[in-house]
């Protein structure tokens, strides 16, 4: 009676199985094993010569704590649990272990009473616990992507750092080191495979962030300066936001620009060597002469610029210069000094012919200071390329002077100059005026020398207050200094 109400309940097992009712199967087979050996318990406790003819030794299966069935050899239900990984390892393509509970009972049992293989498979095989062999990537300590598999998730890694390498090799730069600022490993785990990421998303997330992308179009005329400026960003944040983008990177029109610096979870650290040309400003000497007047002056020898070759280390976060060391400064060009003579010679009076010799427009001293202030940046090359003018720091909205008599050419705002104001002195010479917090002059009004033309600002393409001062002849940018008295 006992054996055929066992075969029904086997036989409605797989029923249950698909309706998920796994609870009511391992009671159910709890039931029929426990029922059908409860006589047999009191077999067990004899000695083996009291035992049945037709009893042997098996044992119960316990699953997690329960009584699933009784087997003749432990190795069936190995072999259960080797297949059902099998099965798992085939269907994910990957490395599975199960995560199970499983114990044995020795006991002495009719085979009669033995359970079918094919129902405790299916027990197992629904109730069992499948994790998978995955990589997953660890930032400080933190786990931020599960991958399927190491070589995916280092390919993410080294994705994050190629183009660095790519804007090095194409700006023939040597790049001494590359790494991660934060402490980055891969792990490997076993996990649920459904917590496995999609590649694609984790290295949209590693490189853009979480926060959404605000996209500018490139226009014609646009430079890296004004959109920052009609943005209210910094060029430094343009920059960031858009790694391993240069200062010196031409912009294309119809090129995206993201406008958002993002917080990324892995950040890129680099080294580069670089070597550029600097120039040296000359030194003007002023000799005395009785050949001219006194109030005429000449050249005798023009000056040149030196030029000096200088190697250095620049660190770089994310593509944007934080820190420049100098490692070796060679002078490859001896500067020129300029020699000026004075005369001396007393005019003679109610005579023209001195006036008629003078060079004032482009003699040394001949200009006078438009603002006090420390001088932040000379004329020459500057980060590899040439610095038109001076540059003299102070706060913002001291008066800016004009540095001698003439005529404004131009007062308004000009690209990277902001606002700027420009004064023709005759002869060719004209001054430019520029980063201008506001113009005191307009354009067409006359000037004097030591006039009020504007206040000291920060505006166009400037790190901080400065006035940014240029001296031209013949629209010839000229050192200042060589002008100032």
Known sequence: MIHDMQLKILDKIPKWLKSKKVIIVLLCAIFFTSAGVFSMTVWATDNETGLKDNMSKAYFVHYDGHNIGAV????????????????????????????????????????????????????????????????????????????????????????LQQPFKDKAEESGVELEEIRFEEDVKIKDEYVEYENLEDPDVVQKRFTEGDVE?????????????????????????????????????????????????????INILTVEEIEYTKSIPFETETKKTDTLYTNQTKVSQEGQKGEMLIVAKVYKRNGVENNRETISETITKQPVKKIVLQGTKKPVKNSTSSRSGSSSTSSSGTLSWPVSGRISSRFGSRWGRQHNGLDIATKKGTPVYAAASGTVSFSGYQGS?????????????????????????????????????????????????????????????????????
Do not use: C
């Open 72 to 159: 003749k050899e432990k190795a069936e239900i190995e072999s259960v649990l080797t297949d059902i990984q099998n099965q798992f390892k085939a269907k994910y393509q990957m490395e599975v272990k199960l995560i199970h509970d499983i114990d044995y009972e020795e006991i002495y049992i009719e085979d009669r009473f033995l359970s079918d293989i094919h129902d405790l498979k299916k027990i197992v095989q629904t109730n069992t616990e499948v994790k998978v062999k995955a990589a997953v990537i660890q930032v400080n300590g933190q786990d931020l992507a599960i991958l399927k598999d190491m070589e995916t998730a280092q390919s993410i890694l080294d994705s």
């Open 213 to 265: 992308k605000q996209i500018y179009v490139v226009q014609k005329g646009d430079n890296i300066w004004t959109i920052a400026m009609n943005h209210d960003m910094t060029v430094r944040e343009i920059l960031e936001a858009n790694a391993p983008m240069e200062e010196s990177d031409i912009l294309q029109i119809g090129q995206e620009l993201n406008l958002n610096v993002p917080e990324l979870p």
């Open 417 to 485: 100059f902001g606002n700027l104001v420009k004064i023709k002195h005759g002869g060719g010479l004209e001054t430019y005026y520029a980063h201008l917090n506001s113009r005191a002059v307009s354009s067409g009004q006359s000037v004097k020398r030591g006039q009020l033309i504007g206040y000291v600002g920060s505006t166009g393409r400037s790190t901080g207050p400065h006035l940014h001062f240029e001296v031209r002849v013949n629209g010839t940018p000229k050192n200042p200094l060589n002008y100032l008295k």
